[in-house]
T-cell receptor
Framework: AQSVTQLGSHVSVSEGALVLLRCNYS??????LFWYVQYPNQGLQLLLK??????LVKGINGFEAEFKKSETSFHLTKPSAHMSDAAEYFC?????????????FGQGTRLTINP | NAGVTQTPKFQVLKTGQSMTLQCAQD?????MSWYRQDPGMGLRLIHY???????DQGEVPNGYNVSRSTTEDFPLRLLSAAPSQTSVYFC?????????????FGQGTRLTVV
């Protein structure tokens, strides 16, 4: 069964600094990969996804992620953090071998932006 | 443009009580699912449905029932609430039966069982 590990439950960066949120997955076949963001007291919304094709995926709000099969990683980055980026971020994987019907989430990373 | 609507937003139950969390979507999505969110554990799948009349168990189904009589609605029932079911519950829907399209989430229901 697939699984997702997000390294670091809390990440703190200064405004304007690089944001790097780490995600590693475990899957026996090439997966579908997603990053979701959750603002306080709200549901999750999609930041970006990788299904097939280009391994560098661009999402909303200036975020991007790169699928690296050799490292089984899908890290999320943003060149310059903004105060509005403070939120919880979830990496998720869907395994095609099981009919791709289940989305498995990582534990989440809470991003704090320091002024 | 409602999307996925969950009711209620907040609920306090006593141990042993039953209740139904409502979820409705207006996007004609085939796939609907329920997750619970607990600190440090991400979101865990409770039950899901790939279409009206079809449901299946997820990772943590015990203590919960679901049914899918229409495309739009996917209620989650707690038959006898327990303190371990204190959590934030999210309903999600998506087009199609495979997980390569975006899932849309409701705003969540915060449930406390005392």
């Amino acid at each position: 069964a697939q699984s997702v590990t997000q390294l670091g439950s809390h990440v703190s960066v200064s405004e304007g600094a690089l944001v790097l949120l780490r995600c590693n997955y475990s899957s026996s076949v090439p997966p579908y990969l997603f990053w979701y963001v959750q603002y306080p007291n709200q549901g999750l919304q999609l930041l970006l996804k990788y299904t097939t094709g280009a391994t560098l995926v661009k999402g909303i709000n200036g975020f991007e992620a790169e699928f690296k099969k050799s490292e089984t990683s899908f890290h999320l980055t943003k060149p310059s953090a903004h105060m509005s980026d403070a939120a919880e971020y979830f990496c998720a994987v869907s395994d095609r071998s099981q009919g791709a019907q289940k989305l498995v989430f990582g534990q989440g990373t809470r991003l704090t932006i320091n002024p | 443009n409602a999307g996925v609507t969950q009711t209620p937003k907040f609920q306090v139950l006593k141990t042993g009580q039953s209740m139904t969390l409502q979820c409705a979507q207006d996007m004609n999505h085939e796939y609907m699912s329920w997750y619970r969110q607990d600190p440090g554990m991400g979101l865990r799948l409770i039950h899901y449905s790939v279409g009206a009349g079809i449901t299946d168990q997820g990772e943590v189904p015990n203590g919960y029932n679901v049914s899918r009589s229409t495309t739009e609605d996917f209620p989650l029932r707690l038959l006898s609430a327990a303190p371990s079911q204190t959590s934030v519950y999210f309903c999600a829907s998506r087009w199609g039966q495979t997980m390569n399209t975006e899932a849309f989430f409701g705003q969540g229901t915060r449930l406390t069982v005392v």
